[in-house]
């Protein structure tokens, strides 16, 4: 198994620019999370995913932050307009049930 | 108001040292609590504890939960320098996991 795979896994753009993070769950797992990390926050859960419904989004910042899981083994994080201060590296775990995450290399968003 | 409080924020210790670090967490839907090591990438599973008492162990590491006192430990023995990572404790409450600041661990030779 490849595990959980993210892309890109590196993204610089500019202020007011579409950024789009995508995510491979680990097949068979029913559960997607997204998280946020940063040395002054920590490792922040944003939403998650149970059977590829949106159980919990109060973690999403603001309006400019959506997340997709159109179908068991795709999901994606989107952030329109993105700002500096989005600037973090973005993970994104899954899990069977209630068992362990496996979380992805992440994704390092710079915004300038 | 953070739900996990992990302590020490940092450690700085030598190499066959022992170490504890602590993990505090809120009671609310409990189900877990997890603990993981991050290097420079993704972090990496350790123990999942859901027993208060019952110490689980993998080579120099262990860690034990107490649920009456809301608090877990993670301990490492004869702390080696690729011990040195950022240890992050989970609360399971649900589904989704929600972490510490973790505590980052410097072992020096």
């Known amino acids: 198994d490849a595990g959980v795979i993210q892309s890109p896994r590196h993204e610089v753009t500019e202020m007011g620019q579409e950024v789009t993070l995508r995510c491979k769950p680990i097949s068979g797992h029913n559960s997607l999370f997204w998280y946020r990390q940063t040395m002054m926050r920590g490792l922040e859960l944003l939403i998650y995913f149970n059977n590829n419904v949106p159980i919990d989004d109060s973690g999403m910042p603001e309006d400019r932050f959506s997340a997709k899981m159109p179908n068991a083994s795709f999901s994606t994080l989107k952030i329109q307009p993105s700002e500096p201060r989005d600037s973090a590296v973005y993970f994104c775990a899954s899990s069977f049930g209630t068992g362990q995450a496996f979380f992805g290399q992440g994704t390092r968003l710079t915004v300038v | 108001e953070d739900k996990v409080v992990q302590s020490p924020l940092s450690l700085v210790v030598h190499e066959g040292d022992t170490v504890t670090l602590n993990c505090s967490y809120e009671v609310t839907n409990f189900r877990s609590l997890l603990w993981y090591k991050q290097e420079k990438k993704a972090p990496t599973f350790l123990f999942m504890l859901?027993?208060?008492?019952i110490e689980k162990k993998s080579g120099r590491l262990s860690s034990i939960l107490d649920k009456k006192e809301l608090f877990s430990i993670l301990n490492i023995t004869a702390t080696q320098t690729g011990d040195s990572a950022v240890y992050l404790c989970?609360?399971?409450?649900?589904?989704?996991?929600?972490f510490g600041k973790g505590t980052t661990l410097s072992v020096s030779s």
């Open positions: 989970a609360d399971q409450a649900g589904t989704a996991l929600i």
């Open positions: 859901t027993s208060s008492g």
